[in-house]
């Protein structure tokens, strides 16, 4: 469904193509020092007032103000059982992770989605699980991606701190592993019990110029960005304006990696951490943010102080208003 934030951008889209094809003939009169038409200026000066009209309002939307600091309500861990990465087999390791930073919503990954799964994570305050295929540990397959959308979406109306299903890795795995009927597929599955679940995707900094985001973009929710490279940091403020662009009025959820996978494999040190954890509390303030993830509960003994310093930093937040 088109929020507001994206219906203004369309109607935008629209009158500034129509207010171009005008100004160019009324270009052609003027650049020769000729009198425009009354008609055509008349026009131009009325698609000058709305295109004004929509800039400005579209412009308080974007500079709409969020929470000054992270709340146990904004906060998330990202876990689940898995062989892979140093993982942790234990069903319910993401709660485990959860609790030990003090976060009370989970992002579960990698393990089955079903009633036993749901139940393990039933105390959580808010739930997203994994839909996709993608990284799914051997043996936890229950059917299809639509299929797992459709149970997760009847398992919602048992448990409702089920917020909606997360599709891992969706750009990379477009148009290999997911296409696009697929993808639709997967949505409205999500849909078919519960039409106010929400359908995430995670989308790394890199991809966020991939034309294939166009084709995406209207059957996702909500959208969980990373960087995918801690060399990355420096452009994270581009990268999340970028994000808010492509995904008009869809809330971001931004990723931390407490280790970093792909430039370096080795930890983010707490003076990384300290600068990104920071700039994110104050993109959260600014509103350009909504919620943020770590990874995860594997990284608890993987990287320990790292670990101890983000949970440090987040009690800290979690005591001031």
């Known amino acids: 469904m088109e929020n507001r934030l994206s219906h203004l951008f369309r109607q935008k889209a629209e009158l500034a193509a129509e207010a171009e094809k005008l100004a160019g003939k009324a270009y052609k009169y003027s650049k020769y020092g000729e009198p425009v038409p009354p008609e055509i200026e008349e026009k131009c000066r009325e698609n000058n007032r709305r295109l004004e009209e929509l800039v400005f309002e579209i412009q308080r939307e974007l500079d709409r103000p969020g929470p000054a600091h992270f709340s146990r309500e904004n906060t998330w861990l990202w876990g689940g059982p898995t062989p892979y990465w140093g993982g942790i087999a234990k069903p319910d390791c993401a709660m485990d992770g959860a609790r030990w930073f003090g976060f009370q919503n989970v992002v579960y990954v990698y393990g089955p989605v079903d009633e036993e799964a ?26 299809t991606d639509a299929e797992t959308a459709e149970r997760l979406s009847k398992l919602s ?100 990696f407490l280790f970093d996978y792909f430039s370096t494999q080795a930890p983010n040190t707490v003076d990384f951490l300290s600068i990104q954890l920071g700039k994110a509390r104050g993109y959260l303030a600014q509103g350009k943010i909504n919620d943020i993830v770590i990874l995860g509960d594997r990284e608890i003994e993987k990287v320990p102080v790292e670990a101890r310093f983000t949970r440090d930093f987040f009690q800290q937040e979690f005591t001031l208003k």
């Open 157 to 256: 109306l048992q448990y409702h701190n089920i917020e909606g299903g997360i599709i891992d890795d969706l750009v990379g795995h477009f148009g290999r592993d997911l296409s696009l009927d697929g993808i639709v597929e997967i949505y409205k599955a999500l849909k078919s019990h519960n039409d106010g679940l929400k359908l995430y995707s995670v989308v790394y900094a890199s991809e966020l110029e991939s034309p294939k985001i166009k084709e995406i973009e209207p059957y996702v929710d909500a959208v969980n960005l990373w960087l995918g490279y801690k060399y990355q940091l420096n452009e994270m403020v581009y990268a999340i304006e970028k994000c808010r662009l492509v995904f008009p009025g869809k809330k971001i959820m931004l990723g931390v």
């Open 118 to 143: 749901i139940a393990l994570h039933s105390s959580a305050r808010r739930l997203l699980c994994q839909l996709s295929e993608v990284s799914r540990s051997p043996g936890a397959s229950r059917g």
